[in-house]
């Protein structure tokens, strides 16, 4: 038998994909359609685990579709703006455009490799003029529509990268690339008026059926529809203020109310500009960034104002009025009402301060006497030490009851609030899609028209300067509109503009007048299947989702909510991680085996200690290099086992065993191949039995069934069954057709998951025009069946019989049987429980 030559069969079959254009397909609105998309990636020079993981599994589904006959769209495409390419410019003295093309055409010839399903005629990349052009035309719509808009706000400043951060980009504090701790610094911003979609984008998540609960619960939850109460305090001080209003979700602790807290950029602040201690508070407030993770692990700290606020459920209780660095102005009203015992924020801040804590909510399991003393309480319970709300069920009947009573003295009304804020999209760097917007001598914006786009970033230039290079471009800022010397906006927009419409562009790659056609989006959207990583179940999923919505917004020939029919998460690749004495990360190639423990390669005595098995990541020097996986192994045997260890949207374990022995079962099946086509040969001139047609037909029910549910690593579980079968069965005599038949239908089935392989030999049994076979129901009925025997619940035997066995029938085959009447005989039989064909206890 000879060995399977995957070098050469699976250059072959790539050059054959790439020069017969298999997988290009064009809009034909006479036959079914299906888009399968991946996430697209960071053109970051190489690609990981994680690509080969994503994209494997989109191929599979990819691949299956198209042999089920569905015209399918299968693009790929290229994420490629953004800070890592503008540092490693910097740090290399390099053009980010240079660098980052020359990583795309890397990665391209990678992902080639793994045999991907893919119609590189639509290729887009995010950095291309031709495509952010129409991503300038598109502010330029949502402009228009008022759904952006510049402000100054605080925002989430990192300071090693020196750029604003969404909060959706600050990770426990610290900046999602750079990991610096974030800070709070006062911007003039663009930002998408998201906010105003709250409630659509919420009810959208109902209909996503094909979403991935948990992924539905984050964006319910980062949406965060509130229902609460506007409430007046009224003031008392030496001051010119009479009321403050606060936004509450919880006016039934109003008894346990000790103080009210402001933003620093409440409008009273403008009575404290000249205080010299309240200024050196701002300054202070500018280490909390903005994001409620990082107030909410942030030391809270508070300048006491000469006010007090009166409580309107108890009039004679006055507390003082603060400023804090824990409230912001863009949620509520810029005030917050302190309840310590029952908001861990507001307990601390009463500590700090030595306010009041007193308690007005006891859990269910306490009696009137409980105190909150060394934390907060703010689960469900009774109301306490409230006066008239004392006994009421809380928060379920008791929040209801306190806003009755308030808007009945006209002191509050309730009120629906949403967590969501509107998405702040200027970025103060120069590797990014530059904001068609100008301004004059006054700081009046005025929008680039149409005709001059795409407003193009200047090439060559410096950018190891302090803060936006774009700033010291003096020429490349001047800009004449309709006779006005204006200067252009030097902030580019957030990368997850680019991602929140590139779906689209897939559709019409080459459209130059938009950035997609009508016909094409009307045939393709929306994605019937995107596959991605639940890290991105927020950021980039909720703004595309947003995206959608603002396109639609007052536009009659665009109608799309949603982007993404269906939703699966995939898992990540995992691998051990290993460091040094001196605590350094180490590669798994810089480690030798040595009597069964690992060492350092460069220095023997030095010992490696093994960590736990975390998701590859480069900082911690887990990762394994694909291309030499697929170099040594092949992409078949890469593909085969990044979908056998765990179903995909769990965690896989890499080992170099379990790659090991994907190509060794490759090996094996090209052996069995062999075989098969030895037996073809000696054509037989009649079938043994129906045997192999029956098993055929179950194999193809298994991974149609497996296919339809992403249980594919179930599917590399049908093929070791199918190896062990057809090992034990073609020694039998078969005809030449109906072993042809029934193997042709095998392979067929196997293709979407290693298609190299299963191409050659459909090749050499001369088979180049196939599609999906569909399996006989009829032909998978048994013979026989195995019914489980339970007595008392434990099982005692198994009962071989023909199917639809009566339950009289196979009771009397029980009595009748020497293993199993022993705990029958003589026994007093209570009762009998079966269920037909699978299972039946009794009990005695």
Known sequence: MSRYNFKSI?????????????????????????????????????????????????????????????NVLHPMGWDSFGMPAENAAKQNNLDPKTWTESNISKMKTQLKKLGLSIDWDREISTCSEEYYKHQQAFFLELLEKKLVYRKENYVNWDPVDETVLANEQVIEGKGWRSGAVVERKKLSQWFFNISKFSQDLLDGLQKLESWPNKVKTMQKNWIGKSFGCEIDFKIEGDLPVKNIKCFTTRPDTLFGFSFIALSIDHEISKYYKNDDNFSKFKEKCSKTGTTEEAIAVGDKIGFKTNLFAENPLNPKQKVPVYFANFVLMDYGFGAVFGCPAHDQRDFDFAKKYDLEIK?????????NSFKVEKEAYSGAGVIINSEFLNGFEAPENSVLETIKILEKKKLGKKQINFRLKDWGVSRQRYWGCPIPVAYDENGKAYPIPKSMLPVKLPENINLNVKGNPLDSQTEWKKVVIDGKNLVRETDTLDTFVCSSWY????????????????????????????????????????????????????????????????????????????????????????????????????DTSKLITVGPSESMSKSKKNTIDPENIILNYGADAARLFILSDSPPEKDVQWSEEGIASSFKFIQKLWTLNEKITDQVKKNHSKDNDIEIEKYTNKFLKNVTDNLESFSYNKIIANLHEMHTFLNKQIDKPYTKETLLRNYQKILIAITPVIPHFASECLELMNIKDFKWSEYDESMLKEDKINIVIQINGKKRGLISTKPNMTEEKLFEIIQNDEKLMKYTDQKNIKKKIYIQDKLMNIIV
């Open 359 to 367: 308690t007005v909510v006891r859990p269910h399991d306490k009696d």
């Open 10 to 70: 699976e250059s072959k079959w790539q050059t054959f994909w790439e020069e017969n254009k298999s997988f290009k397909v064009e809009t034909d609105s006479l036959k079914k359609k299906f888009y399968c998309l991946e996430m697209f990636p960071y053109p970051s020079g190489k690609i990981h685990m994680g690509h080969v993981r994503n994209y494997t599994i989109g191929d599979v589904l990819a691949r299956y579709k198209s042999l089920k006959g569905f």
């Open 503 to 602: 779906f689209l562009r897939f559709c019409s790659p080459k459209e130059t007048a938009n950035g997609f056609n009508k016909k094409d989006i009307d045939y393709w959207m929306p994605v019937d299947q995107y596959i991605g990583g639940v890290e991105h179940a927020i950021l980039h999923l909720l703004y595309s989702r947003f995206f959608m919505q603002a396109l639609s917004y007052n536009n009659k020939e665009f109608s799309l909510l949603e982007p993404f029919n269906g939703l699966f998460t995939q898992g990540m690749v995992c691998h051990e991680t290993y460091k040094d004495p001196d605590n350094n990360w180490v590669s798994p190639d810089e480690i030798e085996n040595i009597d069964g423990k690992r060492y350092l390669k460069k």
